[in-house]
T-cell receptor, first 114, second 114 residues
Framework: DTEVTQTPKHLVMGMTNKKSLKCEQHMGHRAMYWYKQKAKKPPELMFVYSYEKLSINESVPSRFSPECPNSSLLNLHLHALQPEDSALYLC?????????????FGPGTRLTVL | DQQVKQNSPSLSVQEGRISILNCDYTNSMFDYFLWYKKYPAEGPTFLISISSIKDKNEDGRFTVFLNKSAKHLSLHIVPSQPGDSAVYFCAAVGYGGATNKLIFGTGTLLAVQP
């Protein structure tokens, strides 16, 4: 199983809503990542978890709250988002955190904030 | 400040011919480079990589060339096939030991015409 799954595929939320994005992998990978991709822009790293601990936070606003409940799951909790947060949110995993570890990406969640 | 640039937003090639996708970077501390391919509604998929100690890496129809003095890399696809039509992202890994931060270029949309 070399797949990273993400749910939901699409999400529309208001600025006062609380929602969560979910990511799952069963490859035994110990590093997991959240990226944000705006239209016609490259993916940008948001968070990295290594062995279920937050390793990198790329100065992401606190309205985005990541959580890694176990080695297979990664969540991104959303609260009080702004319309400019509308984007494709990509999850990825790799065997370990490190420069030569291939990252496997999920299909993404397309988020629209009204 | 875009550290990894793909100056051609799109490229159209005839089936069977060579596709050449280009990428330039500005940070001389990058020591590992990757190409990812992305179909619509899917996450990026790893294609091929190259370490800065090499100037060429080949995998089947795909070859990546690295010119460190020019801070330039290119991906050659020979022969091109219609199934190769996708967005191709160049990515670089920032030097830093344990950090696996991919910095992506803006992508090039390749269209292979039958």
């Amino acid at each position: 199983d070399t797949e990273v799954t993400q749910t939901p595929k699409h999400l529309v939320m208001g600025m006062t809503n609380k929602k969560s994005l979910k990511c799952e992998q069963h490859m035994g990978h110990r590093a997991m990542y959240w990226y944000k991709q705006k239209a016609k822009k490259p993916p940008e790293l948001m968070f990295v978890y290594s062995y279920e601990k937050l390793s990198i936070n790329e100065s992401v606003p606190s309205r985005f709250s990541p959580e890694c409940p176990n080695s297979s799951l990664l969540n991104l909790h959303l609260h009080a988002l702004q319309p400019e947060d509308s984007a494709l949110y990509l999850c990825a995993s790799s065997q370990a955190q490190g420069p030569y570890n291939e990252q496997f990406f999920g299909p993404g969640t397309r988020l629209t904030v009204l | 400040d875009q550290q990894v640039k793909q100056n051609s937003p799109s490229l159209s090639v005839q089936e069977g011919r060579i596709s050449i996708l280009n990428c330039d970077y500005t940070n001389s501390m990058f020591d590992y480079f990757l190409w990812y391919k992305k179909y619509p509604a899917e996450g990026p998929t790893f294609l091929i990589s190259i370490s800065s100690i090499k100037d060429k890496n080949e995998d089947g129809r795909f070859t990546v060339f690295l010119n460190k003095s020019a801070k330039h890399l290119s991906l050659h696809i020979v022969p091109s096939q219609p199934g190769d039509s996708a967005v191709y992202f160049c990515a670089a890994v920032g030097y830093g030991g344990a950090t696996n931060k991919l910095i992506f270029g803006t992508g090039t949309l390749l269209a292979v015409q039958p």
